[in-house]
C-alpha cells in the first residue's frame, strides 16, 4: 500500500495537475494534441481552482482548523496578489461584500443569489485538503461544510464540497494493491449525502458505473458545467471508471468537455489519493507550477493529519 505522505502528496498534487492540464484541453481537445502540448510546455500553470485549494491549505496550517474568517482572509489576499488565476466574478464580488459592508464571510456567502447562495463547484475543486488532512474524523462533513460555507452557502453546494472530500477521505484510506471495492465506495458516498439533489445524483454514478456506459455518454447524463451537482459527480464517474490509471482518469474528467479544468482537479484530487505521487508521470509533476512549494503543504497537512484525534 502507498504510504499515507505519498496519498498526501498525491492527491494535492494530482488535483492541481487535473486543474492545469484541464485548461489546456479547453484548446487541445483531443488526446494526440493534448499530449503533444504537455510535451511542449515548460511549466503547466495552475488556475484558481490550484490557488484556492492553496489557499485552504495554508488557512489549516496556519490554525490547525478550519476558521472560516481566516480562510476567507486568505483566499482574499492571494486573489489580490495573483487575480488572473482565472477567478469567475463570484469570489472578487464576495470580496467586496466583506470590505463594504463590513460581514463576515459566512454572513456575506449567504447573501449571494437572493440569499441562497451558491451551488457552485468552487467549494468541491479546492477541498481536498480537508479531505485527506481529516481523512479519519467523524466529522469531516461538518469539516468541510465549513470550509465551503466560506463562499458557498446553497446546501447542494455544500453537499458537493462535502461529498467530494469524502471520496478524497475515502480513497486515502483505500490499498489500491487491492481490488478496488467500487459498490462499497459509492455506496458510502450514497449514504454520506445530504441534499436530495446529491443523492440522486450519487445514485447515478453508481448505475453508470454498474451498466458500464461510456465515458461521453456519462457525461451527458451526469452534466460537466460549473453546478456542482452537474459537474462533481462525472469527476467521481471518471475516477470510479478509471481507478487504477491517473492518466485515464485525467483524460476521462477533461476530454468529454464542460468545466474541464475543474472536473479534472476533482477527479484527480481523488485518483491521486488513491494511487499516491508515484502514480503520476515523472515529466508531468516536474512542469507543475510550484511544484515544491505545493508539497511542502501536503507534508504539513500530514503532520497535522497525524495529529489529529
Known amino acids: 500500500m502507498a504510504d499515507l505522505q505519498s496519498k498526501y502528496l498525491g ?3 494530482a488535483s492541481a495537475l487535473g486543474d492545469a492540464i484541464g485548461e489546456l484541453a479547453f484548446r487541445c481537445r483531443d488526446k494526440e494534441s493534448l499530449c503533444r502540448r504537455i510535451d511542449q510546455m515548460k511549466e503547466l500553470s495552475y488556475t484558481d481552482d490550484t490557488a484556492m485549494s492553496i489557499g485552504l491549505a ?23 496578489r495573483e487575480p488572473w488565476r482565472g477567478y469567475g466574478p463570484g469570489p472578487p464580488f464576495l470580496f467586496s461584500i466583506v470590505e463594504r459592508r463590513g ?9 449571494l443569489f437572493e440569499g441562497k447562495g451558491s451551488l457552485g ?5 479546492r477541498v481536498s485538503p480537508v479531505g485527506f488532512t481529516f481523512h479519519n474524523s467523524h466529522d469531516l462533513y461538518e469539516k468541510a461544510s465549513l470550509s465551503a460555507s466560506v463562499t458557498h452557502a446553497h446546501p447542494v453546494g455544500i453537499d458537493g464540497a462535502a461529498l467530494q472530500a469524502k471520496a478524497v477521505s475515502l480513497a486515502i484510506n483505500l490499498d489500491p494493491g487491492e481490488p478496488f471495492p467500487d ?9 454520506f449525502a445530504r441534499t436530495p439533489e446529491m443523492k440522486e445524483r450519487m445514485f447515478q454514478v453508481q448505475k453508470l458505473i454498474s451498466t458500464e456506459l461510456s465515458p461521453e455518454k456519462a457525461s451527458e447524463c451526469l452534466g460537466r458545467s460549473v453546478e456542482v451537482q452537474n459537474s462533481m459527480p462525472f469527476a467521481l464517474y471518471s475516477f470510479l ?27 484527480c484530487a481523488v485518483s491521486g489519493a488513491y494511487l499516491g505521487i508515484e502514480s503520476m508521470p515523472q515529466g508531468w509533476r516536474a512542469k507543475l507550477e510550484n511544484r515544491s512549494y505545493i508539497e511542502s503543504l501536503a507534508k504539513s497537512l500530514a503532520a497535522i493529519s497525524e495529529q489529529t484525534p
Do not use: W
Open 11 to 13: 492527491s494535492m498534487v
Open 58 to 80: 495554508e488557512s489549516i496550517i496556519e490554525k490547525g482548523h478550519i476558521d472560516p474568517q481566516a480562510l476567507g482572509e486568505r483566499f482574499r489576499n492571494n486573489f489580490r
Open 103 to 111: 460581514m463576515s464571510y459566512l454572513e456575506a456567502a449567504k447573501s
Open 121 to 125: 463547484n468552487g467549494a468541491a475543486m
Open 183 to 191: 459498490s462499497e465506495f459509492i455506496t458510502q458516498l450514497v449514504d
Open 241 to 267: 471508471h478509471c481507478p487504477r490509471s491517473f492518466e485515464d482518469c485525467l483524460f476521462c474528467a477533461i476530454l468529454n468537455g464542460g468545466d474541464r479544468d475543474t472536473l479534472g482537479a476533482m477527479a
